[in-house]
């Protein structure tokens, strides 16, 4: 039988166990009012990779053996040079000319067409690329383009937009 003495403390240390096991985690929570709010009150966090620009290509080395001078940076190689020429009406009838002129012509797919951006997706020769009409000046502009809004590579880009501008522009 245990002996009161030793009763009271292992008593008085289980009456402690007992109010802090009670007491919650609070001691060890966050004291950050961010935490605190909704999910949806909080600021938006940004991963730092994200908030600004790639900056790979920026310091990219020209080829080895070749000079450069800001006359070579401006002009664009010959593969880069726009596909297309410059059509007399407001955009919209030059868009539906374009239009009667690409199903005239044999072999030309229109896949899609988008009056509002003023492209048709076009497949021809079994190149894929869009026919772009933009407002130019007092006319309208008639050019070639790939997905990623570049200059088309290729025969295919190149005949099409000559035999565009032979229907279009006189």
Known sequence: MPRPATVRPLALVLALL????????????????????????????????????????AMALPPAGGSVSASSLSAAPASV????????????????RVGEALAATPGVNIASRAAILGTYDVDYMGAKFLVRVTKAGDGSYVSAVDARGLPPSGEAPAKLIAALKAAIAP
């Open 81 to 96: 040079a726009p596909l297309g020429f410059a059509a007399k009406g407001e955009r919209d009838a030059v868009f539906a």
């Open 18 to 57: 007992a109010v802090s096991a009670a007491s919650g985690c609070h001691w060890f929570g966050k004291k950050n009012e961010l935490y605190t709010q909704s999910s949806e009150s909080r600021p938006l966090e940004v991963p730092p990779d994200l908030d600004r620009p790639s900056a790979e290509r």
